[in-house]
C-alpha cells in the first residue's frame, strides 16, 4: 500500500506583528460528499476542489473575530459547525451553487470561554460545542441553550456512528460518556493522565455493531472503550502523542495525526499498519474523504495537503482456491467453484499472500506466516497456523510451494524451509519480474521465472541452476503452462501473448492486446485469454472463440473460468459444445470426449455418443452413455455390440437409434422402406402417438400390396426394391428383397380398440369413450361418459343407438341421465323403450308433476305410483291442504291424521283455535270414515268411534272458544251490545257444556270471566254470582282481581235470578233451563233430556226436536213422505207430531229418567213439512251410520244445517257468513255444487 501526494496548499505566516492570529492549521473536513476540502486557518475559512488546489472563492473572514480552534461537518456534507477563542460558535449551511456565498451563516451560540471542540450527531443536526469547564447540548432553533458545568477544561468530543452518545474529554484526562440528552453515563479517568487530545467513535458494520469509542491521550497512548465505558483491551502505545483520530468509511483502518510530523494507519483494534505521509511540522488535523481513499490534513506550519492511498491488489491463486487481502489486515481463502470461505485475521498489514494446495502463506511486515487447511464444510473452511518465521526482507515476489516459501527481490530468488532457514538461491543477469510455481513432485516443483529482459527460466526447487526456456524482447509479465507442462503461455509487457511447445520450441500461437492467460487445468490443448474487455478460448489446432467479458482471466479448470476485476473475482461456465462439434467433424472422437467432459450439455454427450455409436465407436458411445445415464442407449449398444452386423441387423439399429433420438417419424420411414411395417406400427404404438401408428398401418399395407403387384400401384407408392446400396457398411441401410417382406398384421379396428385403452388410462377420459363410439364398444363409451358427467355424449350415445340390439345400453344410459339429473335425456331414453312405468317414476323423481299426471290421465294404474311423492312434494313446499287431499286420495290415512293432528296442535299453539277446530273436524271425519261397521262396532271400529265422537267435540269446544278468545284478547270487538253479550255469554255455555277434561291451549279461567261478565249485562245476575264463585278456584291474571272482588261484591248486592227470556228453552217440553248449574250437565234438557242444539254462529238455543222413523223407512222414502201432498182431517199441520211428542213425555215419566227419542211412523212424517225437518246424514263418510232427523219448531225461524258436518245455523246468520267466505262457517267446505278442482289436475 503506498500513497501519493495530490497537491499542497501552503499559507504564508501573517505580516502583522501584533495580531494573535496565526497560519497553523487546526482543523479540517470535507464537505458535499467530499468534494470540497474546508480549512480554518487564523480567522478564516478556506475552500477548494478536492481534486485540485484551486480556492472555490476568497478566504471567508469577519464571522470569527479571532482563531477558529475547530470545525465540524454533517453527515451529507450540508452543515458545517466551527469554534473560536472569541467564544463563538456558528453553524454553516453549505450550497455550492451559490458561487461565493456557498458558505452562509446561519447561527450564533456563545460561551462564556474559548470554544475547545464541537462535534454534529450523525442522525441528526444535533450539535455538542466544548468550553473551558462548560458544554451544551443543541439544535439549530433552540430558542433556549442551556449551558451545563464541568469541573475541568474540555478539549475534544465525538459523536458514536449511531448518534445515541457524545464522549468529551479533558485537559487531566478525564473522558465522559452522555446520552444525547447531556445525561452522564460514565466518567473515565485514564492510566497514566495526560491530556484527552482526540477521540473517534468506530462506524457500524454487518460486523460490528456496536461503536466503540478510541481515545488519543498526550501521554502516547491510545485506548479503547465500549458505549458502557468499559476499557477494550490493554493500552496502546504510540511512538508519538496523537492530536488527530479519524476512522476510514467502513472502519476498515483509521488515521492518527501526531506531533512527529507524520499520519500513520492503525488497525481497528489499534495495530500499527503503515505511514500514509510524513511533512515538516506537527499535523494537527486530518480527515479521510467518505466511501474513498483520499486524507485532507493540516499542519503547524500552514500546509494543506491532500494525500491519496493506493493500493495493490494482494492476491493468489492455485487450482480453484483463491487467496486475497481484505481490510487490509485479513486474507480470505475462497474456493471458486464450491463457495468455500475461509478468514484469517492477521492483526497487521497484509503485504504478500501465497497459495500451494492446501497451504497458504502470508508475508505481515517481516513475519511469513504458513497456514494449513484443517476442516471443510460445506460452505466453509478453516485454517491453522502450523509455520511462522521471521526474515527481514525485500520481497517483490512470493510463492509458496510445498515445503518451502520463495521470496524474489530484485535479480535473486530466494527459497526458505518453513523454519525460515535459507533452502537455495537463484541469481539472475535481470531484475525479476514474474515467479509462478507450477506444481510437481514434492520438494522438486517447477517454477517459472520471468525476467526484465525477457528472459524466460525455469527452475526445480532441489535444482540449483535455472534453464532458460525462451527470450523475447520485452520484459515478462506473466507465465503459466499447461497440466502437463508441454505448453508455455507468455505475456510480455507489449500485452502480446504466445504460446510454445516446450519440447520442440515451436510457437503454437500468438495474439495481441492480451492481459490475462491460462490454460485448462484438464485438457492442455485448451486456452484461454481476455483482454481489451474480450474473452477468448480455444483450442490450440483450432480458431480462438470469443466474448465480451469484465475482468481478466486467472484460472482455468473444467467448464468453470476465474476471472478478475479489480478486488472482485468470479466464476463463470464455458461451454465447449462449439470445440467438441468440431472434432466431430474431423471423427476425432477421443478428444470430442475429453473436451465434451469439460462442460457440454447432456444433449450435447448424447450427440457424441449417437455418432460414435453409428461408426461403431462402442467404447466412446459407452462412456458417453454411462456419464448421461443414458440406460436404454446402453441396451441398445449392449444389444449390438456383439451381434453379426447383417442387412436386418442394421436396418434395425439405424431405426433404433432414430427412435431413440426422439426421430421417431424417420425411423418410422425407414421401418417401412425395409419392409417391416409392423415393426413401425408397433413403435408409434409402444410411444402412444396412436394417429401415427394409423397412418404407418395403412403405408404398410399399401407398400406390401405395391410389392405384390410388382410395382406401382394405384396409390402412388412405388414398392421397395433391391437396386441400390447393398452393402453392409454401418449406418447405411440395406433393401430387402421382395419375396422376403411378410404381409402386415395389424388390424385396423384392434389399433383404435388399444388406442382407446391407453387413452382411458392416460386420464383424456373424453377421447377414449369418443375412440370407444368409433369402434363400437358403445358400453364403454357410456360409461366413461357417465362416469366423468360429459352428458352431450350420453346424448349423442343415447340417439344413435337402435332399441332393437342395444336396449340394454339405451338403459344404462337412462340410469346415468338420472345419475346426473337429467331429465330430458332419461325420458328420451325411457320413451325410445316405450317403457311408461320408469318414465313415470322418472317423472316423480325429478318432481315433473305435470308430465307424470298427463300419463296418469290415460293410466290410472301408473297414476298411483305419483299420488303419494306428489303428496309430499306438497308437503315440503308447504302446501299442507293440498297434501291432504293427496295423501287422502292415495289411502294414506296414517299421515294424513299425523299431520291434521300437528297441525291442530300448532294452530293450538298460536292460538288460531277456528283453525284448530277445522283441522280436529277433518280428524273426526278420518276416524268415521274408516268405521266397517257403525251399528254393530268391534275391535277397530269402536276405537274408531271413540275417536269419531271425541275429536267431533274438540272441534266444537275450539270452535266457540275462538269467540271467548277473542272477546278477552283483542283491544277492539267487532260487536258491541246486547246481542254481542249474548253470544258469548251462549258459546261460554256452550264450552261448558261440551267440557270433559283439560284441552291444550283452552283456559276455563277466560270462560267463566267472559261468562260473568256478559250476564252481569244482561242482568243474569245468579250466573255471574255462579262465574265469580268458580274463578275462586282458578289461578287469574294479576290484573283481573281486583275487578273480580269488587263485581263479586256488586253482584251479591242483585238478585239472584237471571232473566228468563236469556235462559236456554226446551221446545220438547217447553221447560226453561239454568244457563249454568253446579252439575254443568248444560247439553240436555234438565226436564226431558232432550239434547240443546245451538247455532254454529251465535250459539242460541235453537228450536230443534229430535225424531227417528220407523226402521222400514230408508232416507229416500222419507224424503218422498215429505215432499208428498198434505192431508189434514180433524188436525191442524203439526199436530200429529205434537201428539207423538206428548206420548213420548209421559212414557219417559215412567221410565226412570231415560231418554227417548221420538219416533214417526209414515203417517206421522208425511204430516210434516220439507222445509221443517232438517236432516244429518254422514253417510258419505261412513255407509253403516244413522241418518238423524230434527223439526224445526218454529217455522218463522228457519234453520239450515250443513250437508257436509251436520252443523245447524239460522239461515239468516249463515247466509251473511256464506256471502263473505263462501263456505260452511264451521267445517269450511264450499258448495259442491260448484265444480271443485281435483289436487292432480295441475
Not at 406 to 430: H, P, R, V, Y
Not at 541 to 550: D, R, V
Not at 693 to 707: M, P, S, T
Not at 1073 to 1088: G, S, T
Request: glycine share 6%; with cysteine.
Amino acid at each position: 500500500m503506498k500513497t501519493k501526494e495530490l497537491w499542497t496548499y501552503t499559507i504564508d505566516k501573517p505580516n502583522e506583528p501584533n495580531s494573535n492570529l496565526t497560519n497553523q492549521v487546526f482543523a479540517c473536513a470535507f464537505l458535499k460528499d467530499g468534494d470540497v476540502v474546508v480549512a480554518a486557518v487564523g480567522n478564516a475559512l478556506l475552500l477548494f476542489d478536492t481534486q485540485k488546489s484551486e480556492m472555490l472563492r476568497p478566504p471567508l473572514r469577519g464571522q470569527h473575530k479571532d482563531t477558529i480552534t475547530c470545525l465540524a461537518a454533517s453527515k451529507d456534507g450540508n452543515k458545517m459547525v466551527t469554534g473560536s477563542t472569541d467564544k463563538t460558535v456558528i453553524v454553516w449551511g453549505f450550497n455550492i451553487t451559490r458561487g461565493e456565498k456557498m458558505l452562509d451563516a446561519e447561527k450564533w451560540f456563545s460561551h462564556s470561554e474559548a470554544i475547545q471542540c464541537v462535534a454534529i450527531s450523525p442522525l441528526m443536526y444535533q450539535i455538542f460545542t466544548g468550553s473551558n469547564q462548560e458544554y451544551s447540548l443543541w439544535i439549530p432553533g433552540m430558542s433556549n441553550i442551556e449551558r451545563q458545568k464541568y469541573k475541568e477544561k474540555i478539549i475534544c468530543a465525538a459523536w458514536s456512528a449511531d448518534g445515541q452518545y457524545v464522549s468529551f474529554g479533558t485537559l487531566s484526562g478525564m473522558i465522559v460518556i452522555t446520552d444525547r440528552q447531556a445525561h452522564q453515563l460514565k466518567e473515565i479517568q485514564t492510566q497514566k493522565g495526560g491530556p484527552v487530545w482526540c477521540m473517534e467513535w468506530t462506524p457500524i458494520t454487518s460486523e460490528y455493531q456496536q461503536s466503540q469509542l478510541t481515545v488519543g491521550v498526550w501521554m502516547n497512548s491510545l485506548y479503547q472503550f465500549d458505549c458502557n465505558g468499559q476499557q477494550i483491551g490493554a493500552r496502546t502505545e504510540l511512538p508519538f502523542d496523537p492530536l488527530h483520530i479519524n476512522y476510514q468509511y467502513n472502519g476498515e483502518y483509521m488515521a492518527i495525526a501526531g506531533n512527529n510530523n507524520k499520519i500513520n494507519l492503525y488497525t481497528r483494534e489499534g495495530g500499527f499498519l503503515m505511514e500514509a505521509c510524513s511533512l515538516n511540522d506537527w499535523v494537527w488535523c486530518s480527515k479521510i474523504k467518505p466511501k474513498s481513499t483520499l486524507i485532507v490534513c493540516g499542519t503547524n506550519d500552514g500546509d494543506i495537503v491532500v494525500q491519496e492511498l493506493l493500493s495493490e491488489n494482494v492476491t493468489a491463486l492455485y487450482d480453484d482456491k483463491f487467496v486475497q487481502r481484505e481490510q487490509l489486515t485479513d486474507a480470505i481463502i475462497l474456493s471458486m467453484i464450491s463457495n468455500q470461505k475461509a478468514r484469517i485475521k492477521c492483526k497487521e498489514l497484509v503485504k504478500r499472500v501465497a497459495i500451494f494446495k492446501e497451504k497458504v502463506a502470508i508475508l505481515c511486515g517481516i513475519k511469513v506466516l504458513i497456514y494449513t487447511c484443517v476442516i471443510k464444510g460445506e460452505d466453509f473452511m478453516k485454517y491453522k497456523q502450523f509455520k511462522k518465521f521471521q526474515k527481514r526482507v525485500d520481497c517483490e515476489h512470493f510463492q509458496l510451494a510445498s515445503s518451502n516459501v520463495l521470496i524474489g527481490a530484485g535479480q535473486k530468488l530466494i527459497a526458505f524451509n518453513f523454519n525460515g532457514d535459507m533452502d537455495k538461491t537463484w541469481s539472475f543477469e535481470s531484475p525479476i519480474t514474474v515467479v509462478t510455481c507450477q506444481g510437481g513432485a514434492p520438494k522438486r516443483e517447477l517454477v517459472l521465472v520471468g525476467l526484465e529482459n525477457g528472459g524466460v527460466y525455469k527452475i526445480f526447487l532441489d535444482n540449483s541452476f535455472p534453464i532458460q526456456i525462451h527470450k523475447v524482447n520485452t520484459p515478462i509479465k506473466y507465465l503459466t503452462m499447461s497440466q502437463t507442462k508441454r505448453k508455455l503461455a507468455l505475456i510480455d509487457g507489449n500485452q502480446n501473448l504466445q504460446v510454445l511447445d516446450t519440447i520442440s520450441k515451436e510457437i503454437l500461437f500468438g495474439e495481441m492486446s492480451v492481459e490475462g492467460v491460462a490454460f485448462n487445468q484438464e485438457f492442455e490443448d485448451l486456452i484461454a485469454y481476455s483482454g481489451k474487455g474480450l474473452l477468448f478460448f480455444k483450442c490450440i489446432t483450432f480458431p480462438a472463440l470469443n466474448q465480451k467479458i469484465t475482468g481478466n482471466v486467472i484460472g482455468f479448470k473444467g467448464c468453470k473460468l476465474f476471472l478478475q476485476n479489480n478486488n472482485q473475482v468470479q466464476t463463470i461456465d464455458i461451454q465447449q459444445t462449439a470445440n467438441m462439434q468440431r472434432y466431430l467433424e474431423k471423427k476425432d472422437f477421443q478428444n470430442a470426449l475429453k473436451i465434451a467432459c469439460l462442460g457440454v450439455t447432456e444433449q450435447d454427450i448424447r450427440a457424441l455418443g449417437i455418432e460414435a455409436l453409428i461408426a461403431g465407436e462402442f467404447e466412446i458411445a459407452r462412456r458417453c452413455f454411462l456419464r448421461n445415464k443414458d440406460y436404454q442407449f446402453i441396451d441398445l449398444l449392449l444389444k449390438y455390440e456383439k451381434k453379426n452386423m447383417d442387412a436386418q441387423a442394421l436396418n434395425e439399429l439405424n431405426a433404433e437409434a432414430l427412435a431413440y433420438q426422439g426421430r421417431f417419424m424417420d425411423a418410422g420411414n425407414l421401418l417401412i422402406k425395409v419392409g417391416q411395417a409392423d415393426r413401425a406400427v408397433q413403435l408409434f404404438k409402444e410411444l402412444r402417438r396412436w394417429d401415427d401408428a394409423i397412418n404407418f398401418a395403412k403405408k404398410g399395407d399399401v407398400a406390401y400390396r405395391a410389392v405384390t403387384s410388382g410395382g406401382r400401384t394405384g396409390t402412388g407408392v412405388r414398392a421397395p426394391t433391391s437396386q441400390g446400396r447393398t452393402g453392409t457398411g454401418r449406418g447405411q441401410a440395406v433393401m430387402p428383397q421382395p419375396q422376403d417382406i411378410a404381409p402386415p398384421k395389424i388390424e385396423m379396428n384392434m389399433l383404435l380398440r388399444e388406442q382407446a385403452e391407453w387413452t382411458k388410462e392416460s386420464g383424456d377420459w373424453k377421447a377414449a369413450a369418443d375412440l370407444f363410439v368409433t369402434c363400437g364398444e358403445f358400453k364403454k363409451a357410456i360409461e366413461l361418459y357417465g362416469q366423468n358427467k360429459y352428458l352431450e355424449g350420453l346424448i349423442n350415445v343415447c340417439r344413435m343407438l337402435d332399441r332393437q340390439e342395444n336396449s340394454d345400453n339405451i338403459v344404462l344410459c337412462a340410469n346415468y341421465f338420472k345419475k346426473l339429473k337429467h331429465h330430458g335425456g332419461a325420458k328420451e331414453a325411457y320413451l325410445k323403450l316405450n317403457d311408461l312405468k320408469n318414465l313415470m317414476t322418472l317423472h316423480v323423481e325429478f318432481q315433473k308433476w305435470q308430465e307424470a299426471f298427463q300419463i296418469g290421465r290415460s293410466n290410472k294404474e301408473l297414476l298411483e305410483i305419483a299420488k303419494v311423492p306428489y303428496a309430499d312434494y306438497l308437503l315440503l313446499n308447504d302446501r299442507y291442504e293440498d297434501a291432504l287431499k293427496a295423501y287422502k286420495s292415495a289411502g294414506r290415512f296414517d299421515i294424513t291424521m299425523k299431520m291434521t293432528k300437528d297441525m291442530a296442535k300448532n294452530c293450538i299453539e298460536e292460538q288460531r283455535y277456528h283453525d284448530a277446530s277445522q283441522y280436529l273436524w277433518n280428524l273426526a271425519i278420518d276416524c268415521l270414515s274408516q268405521i266397517q261397521d257403525y251399528q254393530n262396532p268391534s275391535g277397530d271400529d269402536v276405537k274408531a268411534i271413540t275417536q269419531y265422537k271425541d275429536y267431533s267435540d274438540l272441534a266444537d269446544v275450539y270452535y266457540a272458544y275462538q269467540k271467548i278468545h277473542s272477546f278477552i284478547c283483542e283491544p277492539f270487538q267487532p260487536l258491541s251490545g246486547e246481542s254481542y253479550f249474548l253470544q258469548i255469554m251462549n258459546s261460554a255455555r256452550f264450552i261448558i257444556s261440551k267440557w270433559k277434561s283439560v284441552y291444550q291451549g283452552i283456559k276455563m279461567s277466560y270462560v267463566y270471566y267472559a261468562l260473568a261478565k256478559c250476564a252481569v249485562q244482561l242482568a243474569c245476575f245468579k250466573t255471574a254470582r255462579i262465574c265469580y264463585e268458580k274463578l275462586n278456584q282458578f289461578k287469574i291474571p294479576a290484573e283481573w282481581s281486583e275487578e273480580i272482588d269488587l263485581q263479586s261484591l256488586l253482584v251479591r248486592s242483585k238478585p239472584y235470578t237471571d232473566d228468563e227470556s236469556k235462559l236456554p228453552l226446551c221446545m220438547r217440553c217447553q221447560t226453561y233451563n239454568a244457563i249454568i248449574n253446579v252439575n254443568e250437565k248444560l247439553q240436555f234438557c234438565n226436564a226431558c233430556l232432550h239434547p240443546l242444539f245451538c247455532s254454529f254462529i251465535s250459539f242460541q238455543t235453537l228450536p230443534l226436536v229430535e225424531f227417528k222413523v220407523d226402521n222400514t223407512l230408508q232416507r229416500d222414502d222419507v224424503q218422498r213422505l215429505l215432499n208428498s201432498e198434505k192431508v189434514f182431517v180433524n188436525k191442524r199441520p203439526g199436530q200429529l207430531f205434537q201428539d207423538k211428542v206428548n206420548e213420548i213425555i209421559q212414557q219417559q215419566q215412567t221410565s226412570q229418567d231415560q231418554y227417548l227419542v221420538v219416533e214417526l211412523d209414515e203417517a206421522a212424517v208425511q204430516s210434516l213439512s220439507p222445509e221443517e225437518v232438517l236432516i244429518v246424514d254422514y253417510r258419505q263418510y261412513c255407509s253403516t251410520i244413522d241418518v238423524k232427523y230434527y223439526k224445526n219448531m218454529v217455522g218463522e225461524q228457519p234453520i239450515h244445517v250443513c250437508p257436509d258436518c251436520g252443523r245447524f245455523f239460522y239461515v239468516d246468520e249463515h247466509e251473511f257468513e256464506y256471502v263473505q267466505k263462501r263456505c260452511c262457517p264451521f267445517c269450511r267446505i264450499s258448495d259442491k255444487k260448484i265444480p271443485q278442482k281435483d289436487v292432480f289436475d295441475i
